[in-house]
């Protein structure tokens, strides 16, 4: 463990003044001091700023940006008519959403009073096709999946994060940040370590952000295509070898919840663009 994290700060300090051209470290990041005084992070900045301009210029550019093609494969969903009830997405999801369609990428995840827990967009989703479209679920790494919650979170681009965590989400809440301060797997390593205590370092080729969640689901060069916040998590746990629990199990849900909370303030980015 120790030498795991040594190996971390080693690369760190070896190669961020070497190569210390991202907005976080030449001091043109928008860097948000988090309004709640229980906040771990002292300034909060989206991962988007810790990446090179070569990467940034994709995402700034929506013809370049090949996640748009999956958020407008999700437009062709949002207005398909499928299920038993002869009924598009975007003919029911306002009832299904409980927020306004601009909100939801900015307070999802959020305590969902006709599921009666906290729910992701994906789960909001699968329960609106289901209940008032009579239609099957998405698989929730699905192309529909990404693509319906890329378009749906488009809407909300540029507005900031709000996600709440008091009344009924706070005890989901409260397992998110147990499970974000928990050491995992083989490696021993806790979400803390690399995205609270080294964010700025470089962890072999890749410079470590803060784990903000506000540009998902995001095209990644490493995919070769969209992925889903939990497919990120899983990516991460796998990375110091723990074992991952399925796409939509409450864990992952309630780490979704804790790291959105942790980027509150942040400008949704969706879809966002990573190598
Ligand atoms: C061994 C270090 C390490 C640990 C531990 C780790 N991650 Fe990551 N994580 C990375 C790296 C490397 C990346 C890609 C570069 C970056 O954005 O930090 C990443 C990326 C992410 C991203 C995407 C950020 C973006 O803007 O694209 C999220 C979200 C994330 N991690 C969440 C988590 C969570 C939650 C945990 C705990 C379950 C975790 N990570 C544990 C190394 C780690």
Redesign the pocket.
Known sequence: MRL?ISI?MALGLLATGVNAKTPYHDGTAEVIKPKDKDHPLGEVV???D?RKAMIRDVQDDDFSNPAMLVADYGEEQWTKVEGTAGKSMSDVFQGCAEVPLNAVGAVYPRYHSAGGKVMTLEQVINMCRETAMGAKPYKWESREMLGLTAFIKLQSRGSRMEVAIDGPASKTFARGEE??YTR?GQ?D???A???ED??GNY??A???????????P?YRLKWNGVGS?HR??RG??E??RAQKPPYGHEDLVA?ELY?AWRGNGLKVETP?Y?N
Not at 209 to 216: A, L, R, V, Y
């Open positions: 795991a971390v989206s991962g988007y810790f499970l974000y995992f490696l390593m806790s979400c370590h690399c995205h080294n964010y962890i072999r890749d410079m470590l952000s803060q784990g903000q969640t506000n540009g998902f995001l916040v990120r998590f991460c746990l990375n110091i780490l790291t966002a990573r």
